[in-house]
């Protein structure tokens, strides 16, 4: 009993890990309720408008991801920034995220006329094609929005203000959900406009999270202690440093997420069946993944912090703390998935015909059982990830990235094509891949190069924080420098 005490009220531990996460947990279960809403709600329009959104959407996701790497990765600049006693130093590299957003826009946009093109390449079903391109086109208006909402985002994060970001994004969840109902079915005054309608309510979420956290951002009391009028410049340097290390961040965001929109393509081969019920599954799914993404965040911002004041034990505390509160979550979650999946697909069934959703509804739960499979590795991944994350060690986990996402690709399509093996092998792939990135960002973790690294000016962390012992060597991620 004393130990289990000591476990939770210890410096970087139970409580502080919680206390911290939990707004980010509720944060990310939001964009869960979103999801899972936008999915169901097209189920109930048509199957065939549920199938389409997933290869859509993760197109779209792909074109975002590596500005939005570049720009999420600011948080752990803030955190450092902020363990090491400079907090005029967090407007400036905050607004960095932001120009990055802005500069992104018109890329975007530029994509549009591409799409019809890309899915007619991907060999989907004309009328499946037809709506993905309509998604798609649509949701390209709110990418802008969100990488500059993701860099807006940081700013409070990275300094632990977790509550603002949680209701941020809370009230974004409803508009969005709200308004994809609006719009798909045509209620309220809207038009019915089905799955253009669901993508329209995403882009109105974005600029709604945009708008709402630059008020919160810039009140009086935030504007002079963290520079964020003066720092509004490009400050040419400290952008190259954000790319040095935030670029391979979104490189491995793109490569990785490039692999798996491949991957669906390709499932999406086999047919609206197959691709309906891998939606669905992943749907699901999203009640255990979105939230730990908050656990994730959570263990880039406290490790950034103790490195910035160069606490690397505490910040390793804090990592293994987090991995067995979302072990447990996630093992949770993997026990309900294998032998009550019937409990997560009651809002599905609820609006689909049930001869339809029938047949929908047995494969999915064939797919469940992999999930399950899978679900301790996901929560490896993603608390190991973000822990080598929040040190620096971008470039590791690019080259991993690198290396590992063309196989589930590779493996995909050789057995699809080659010996004509359906779902059940192209899960088999999946399975195996998310259980090896999560091996193998443990097995890095373990090795404690990131104990060494940071992300910030020398200067800055060695002159910042005077009061903190400094460790003998310091290495700069990245770098070749030392400091003593």
Known sequence: MDRAINWWTRRCGGREVFVLALPLIISTASWTVMHFADRMFLLWYSTRAMAAAMPAGLLHFTLVCFPLGVAVYVNTFVAQYKGAGRPDRIGVVVWQGVWIGLAAIPVFLATIPLAPSFFSLAGHQPDIARLEVLYYQTLTFGAGGAVTAAALSTFFTGRGATRVVMMVDCMAAVVNVVLDYAWIFGRWGFPEMGIEGAAWATVVSQWFRVMLYWRLMMRSGNLQKYQLISGRRLDIPLFRRLLRYGGPNGLQMLVEVAAFTIFILLVGRLGEQAMAATTLAFNVNSVA??????MGIAVSTMGGQQLGQNRPDWAARATWTSFWMAGAYMGTMAVLYATVPDLFLMGHAAGTAPDEFGRLRDVTVVLLRFVAAYCLFDAMNLIFVSAIKGAGDTRF??????????????????GVTRHGWGLVWCWVVITAWICA???????RFLQGRWRTM??????????GNDSQPMEPTVQYAGDDRHTG
């Open 397 to 414: 986990i690019l080259l991993t990235t690198l290396i590992l996402s063309p196989m589930p690709v590779l493996a995909g399509w050789w």
């Open 437 to 443: 990135l999560g091996l193998t960002y443990l097995g």
């Open 289 to 294: 993944f979105l939230p730990m993404l908050g």
């Open 454 to 463: 940071r992300v910030i000016e020398p200067e800055l962390f060695a002159n």
